[in-house]
């Protein structure tokens, strides 16, 4: 069974950097994507940053030149850089692994505050 477990989350100042991880446990076999999302309180949840089975990466539009996305497949580890962060970047942050059609993993999310 795959687990995910993020870590790295706190509260930051406008402006600020915080780096979240994900590390992975388990059979992981030729993933189709892994991302990063979040999801703010009554907002739906949203993909921040993610790795497509080919390995490109896309970025959601609100953190285009802010946020980095990588990982260490050694390790089975990603990556979220954040910089310059904004108070609208205040979300749980949550990691996901797609391994096929329907066949997704979450882990628990990390909170990031930013404050104003």
């Known amino acids: 069974q795959v687990q995910l477990v993020e870590s790295g989350g706190g509260l930051v100042q406008t402006g600020g950097s915080l780096r979240l991880s994900c590390a992975a446990s388990?059979?992981?076999?030729?993933?189709?994507?892994m991302g990063w999302y979040r999801q703010a309180p009554g907002k739906q949840r949203e993909l921040v940053a993610g790795?497509?089975?080919?390995?490109?990466?896309n970025y959601a539009d609100s953190v285009k030149g802010r946020f980095t996305i990588s990982r260490d497949n050694a390790k089975k580890t990603a990556y979220l850089q954040m910089n310059s962060l904004k108070p609208e970047d205040t979300a749980v942050y949550y990691c996901?692994?797609?391994?096929?059609?329907?066949?997704?993993?979450w882990g628990r999310g990390t909170q990031v505050t930013v404050s104003s």
């Open positions: 790795f497509t089975a080919t390995s490109s990466t």
């Open positions: 996901n692994l797609n391994l096929g059609p329907n066949v997704n993993f």
């Open positions: 388990g059979s992981i076999f030729r993933p189709n994507g």
